[in-house]
């Protein structure tokens, strides 16, 4: 199956902004920020329940009820220390159905947005991830698990890899807006947050281990994860 994307996407100049302030914060205290990432009434991705972890771990929760026609998609939060997302991140991401899209701000202040696909798994994969990825392998995961990564220091984010293992994926050189591509992908949030929400965002200790290169998509079948429909 083909899945064609653009190359670039645009985010508004406040989500751009809100994201900014939490890194411009956690980057003073080495504390970690985040909230949930709703669409607002204005029809564009921005940042709703703010909140501050302890320390370098943070646990997000919904602390308010979404307004009429406010959607959500997913998680926001920032990391201090890194420019990416976690293992631990991706582990979450992939356990929650509701976590469409996952937006972190490193600490270099990039705003990178991960976007579920169709075909990216929902299930526990602590074990596989932890054995077989370190963070720095997030091109090698966005191909297992199917999901896109887009990274960019203003408002507009650049598509960080080049393949997905059950799609032929097909790079569009054009700019759409990342509400425009959440409704290509078929993402529909969510009218209120599920009632038990509730999401860890943990960085890990990295593995030192050797790196296992990634897994073929002969392994899917015996792995034995749930494909699903989002
Ligand atoms: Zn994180």
Redesign the pocket.
Known sequence: MSLTVPKYIVISDRLYNDAEFMIEYSLKTDK?AGGMLIKATHGHFGIASEQLGEGRE?MLKPNEKLQEREMHYGSV?T?PQTDL??T??VISFLSDKNEKIML?VGADKSINMYFKTKKTPIGDFHDMIRENFEQKDMPEMCDVFNFLWYKGNDTTLELQINKLSDYDLEVANETATAEELADLLGLKGNTDYPTDYSIK???KKEKKSKQVPWLPTQMYDRIGWNQHGI
């Open positions: 970690e943070i939060h990391h997302a976690s631990g991140d972190v965002k943990y960085p």
